[in-house]
């Protein structure tokens, strides 16, 4: 998964911020002050004053449910240079995932962030590990200088909804 592959996001995928099933949302070790909302939602995470920050040590666990099945493209991470993400791992629909056993699973994918991915370049994900996604579970094992906070401006996922495809052919096979 290079940063070049992903430089532009093809015109199919949209963001899938209005798909989220807020109500669900959850992170773990996040500061009460600084939490996912400033990194996930809308209009929030335009702001580079607003972020996520890790409590305890630099680790983050975030549980993200849709409201809908998506196919997952590419995932955009962006934060500081020195306390920004490093190793990203994604779980294609685990729930319950924990710190203790986040380990337990192999992740559907792995991206590693550098500065320069940090700025809101896209990350292409295996598209193939990302087609009926119900949740997505990100686990930020690192950042970029091994201090003990991560901070993260931004996360967006971009893909499609499964179901605009299949919905528009069965309301056709009805009509005739």
């Known amino acids: 998964m290079s940063a070049e592959s992903a430089s532009a996001i093809y015109k199919s995928q949209v963001d899938l911020v209005d798909f989220v099933d807020w109500s669900g949302v959850e992170c773990l070790n996040q500061k009460t002050s600084h939490s996912i909302p400033n990194a996930l939602k809308q209009g929030y995470r335009e702001d580079d004053g607003l972020n996520l920050e890790s409590d305890a040590d630099e680790q983050l666990l975030i549980y993200i449910p849709f409201n809908q099945v998506v196919k997952l493209h590419s995932i955009v991470v962006k934060g500081p240079e ?3 993400p490093r190793t990203v791992k994604l779980f294609s629909n685990k729930e319950h995932m924990g710190f203790s056993n986040v380990n337990d699973y192999p992740p559907s994918d792995t991206a590693i962030f550098t500065p320069d991915t940090l700025q809101g370049k896209p990350i292409v994900l295996k598209y193939v590990k990302f087609q009926n996604v119900r949740s997505l579970t990100i686990f930020i094992e690192d950042n970029q200088s091994g201090s003990d906070i991560t901070k993260v401006q931004k996360i967006a996922l971009f893909g ?6 299949d919905m528009k052919g069965l309301k056709k096979i009805e009509d005739h």
């Open 82 to 84: 020195e306390d920004g």
């Open 160 to 165: 499609t909804t499964v179901e605009t495809t």
